[in-house]
């Protein structure tokens, strides 16, 4: 994880990025509470899904699913709170077919995400 700082001084200049800090992305979600969203826009991605999703005991990792359905409303759902979350995870998610928009993100922090 990054802690940077943009500046941009005026238009004719470029942005100007300032690395602040860095620290492991294990680091953090082993200390962040994590939560992980995607859009399932297959339902035959829920099988592979549910695979994936290591429910821990000691998790603490939150997964939210929004079920693409083309209607006008499209569900969000809690899949549970007890999943042990990381990069790792999202990696093997970015390529199943019928998931879309994988996101982990610290509960609290929108201002840190990992995201395919």
């Known amino acids: ?7 941009n001084p005026s238009p004719e200049e470029p942005p100007r990025i300032t690395v602040r800090s ?3 992305l294990a680091d953090v979600t082993s200390a962040a509470k994590m939560l992980l969203q ?6 035959d991605a829920i099988a592979e899904l549910a695979l994936l999703l290591p429910r821990d005991p000691a998790g ?11 209607g006008s ?8 709170r007890d999943f042990h979350l990381d990069s790792e995870l999202v990696e093997r998610l970015i390529p199943i077919a019928g998931l879309a928009n994988v ?3 610290a509960r609290g922090q929108r201002n840190l995400r990992l995201v395919s």
């Open 103 to 105: 996101a982990l993100t």
């Open 38 to 43: 995607l859009d399932v826009v297959s339902a």
């Open 1 to 7: 994880m990054l802690n940077v700082e943009l500046d």
């Open 73 to 80: 409303h499209e569900p969000l759902i809690t899949l549970g």
């Open 60 to 70: 603490t990792g939150e997964v939210r699913a929004r079920l693409r359905t083309g």
């Open 22 to 24: 860095a620290r492991p």
